[in-house]
Structure formats: C-alpha cells, structure tokens
C-alpha cells in the first residue's frame, strides 16, 4: 500500500539547517502535488510550502526566504531544506502528497507520520 515516510529531522541550533525527506512508495500511478505541513505545540496544523508536479511552489509568509521545497519525480521524494533555523521553527513537520494510486480513478491525499525538528541553543 501506498506510504510517505519522513526523515532527517532533529535537534539544531537557532540559525542552523536541516533537510528534511519524505518518500512515497506503494503502487503510486502518479503524484500530483506535494507538500510539507508542521504542527507546533499549542498550535493548528499550518502549511509550510507546496510543490506541485510542475515545480511551482509556494510558501508560508514564515518560511519564505528560508526554507526551499523540491523534489525527485524520478524518486517519488518531496524535499525541505530549512536554513537559518529558528526556534519559532520547532514542530513535527508533516508530509503530505496528492497522488493516484494504481487502480485508482481519482487522486486521494495521503500524509506522513511526521518528524520532530527543535530549534534550541
């Protein structure tokens, strides 16, 4: 079955990076958007950034500047290079996708079970 799993968050200082991973994998017919959503504590849910199949993205007024999505189509992998870290940044960051599974008619949006990023001296 399809699954998105994230990697490579942690523990960084205030101003430092991390990148962060998430891969798709399962019978996927095709990915459509993807993105990278995170979750504070005390906090709703918020967007950070989306890209879609044809690369546009778009970003949190928060973000912008800083952080920067990609992806490897070849890879099925949506990407989050995070620098100048700030602790404001601390949430589990949450991959989600838009894809079509094989034998699907219609797309349906999938979701990651999240990793933790804390930004602190």
């Known amino acids: 079955q399809v699954q998105l799993v994230e990697s490579g968050g942690g523990l960084v200082q205030p101003g430092g990076s991390l990148r962060l991973s998430c891969a798709a994998s399962?019978?996927?017919?095709?990915?459509?958007?993807m993105g990278w959503h995170r979750q504070a504590p005390g906090k709703q849910r918020e967007l950070v950034a989306t890209?879609?199949?044809?690369?546009?993205?778009n970003y949190a007024d928060s973000v912008k500047g800083r952080f920067t999505i990609s992806r490897d189509n070849a890879e099925n992998t949506v990407y989050l290079q995070m620098n100048s870290l700030r602790p404001e940044d601390t949430a589990v960051y949450y991959c989600?996708?838009?894809?079509?599974?094989?034998?699907?008619?219609?797309?349906?949006?999938?979701w990651g079970k999240g990793t933790q990023v804390t930004v602190s001296s």
């Open positions: 399962g019978s996927i017919l095709s990915i459509y958007g």
């Open positions: 989600n996708a838009d894809l079509r599974p094989t034998g699907s008619r219609r797309p349906e949006k999938y």
């Open positions: 890209i879609t199949s044809g690369s546009s993205t």
